[in-house]
């Protein structure tokens, strides 16, 4: 099973920016969906954004037009690029993919958006 780790969290002001990234344990050339989810306090888990083997995204509501997701298959990297942050982003923000059916977790990186 593939083995993800997420790093690029922390503390920042609302209306600040962060990257996240997500590196696999091996390539993920073939891997066709990777991403990230995120859960708050209290909350369930819920979908931030998706992107496919071929490059096509899918976001969040609560995110479009401010997140973005991307890949770098020669780094077996995802990233996370998150502007305009509101204290309502502040979450543990988790890296998945899927692949052969099974789905695959990071541990999560703590995201905190101060007001």
């Known amino acids: 099973q593939v083995q993800l780790v997420e790093s690029g969290g922390g503390l920042v002001q609302a209306g600040g920016s962060l990257r996240l990234s997500c590196a696999a344990s091996?390539?993920?050339?073939?891997?066709?969906?990777m991403g990230w989810y995120r859960q708050a306090p209290g909350k369930q888990r819920e979908l931030v954004a998706l992107?496919?083997?071929?490059?096509?995204?899918n976001y969040g509501d609560s995110v479009n037009g401010r997140f973005t997701i991307s890949r770098d298959n020669t780094k077996s990297t995802v990233y996370l690029q998150m502007n305009s942050l509101k204290p309502e982003d502040t979450a543990v923000y988790y890296c998945?993919?899927?692949?052969?059916?099974?789905?695959?977790w990071g541990q999560g990186t703590r995201v905190t958006v101060s007001s």
């Open positions: 998945y993919l899927r692949s052969a059916g099974l789905d695959s």
């Open positions: 091996r390539s993920i050339f073939s891997i066709p969906v």
């Open positions: 992107i496919s083997s071929g490059g096509s995204t």
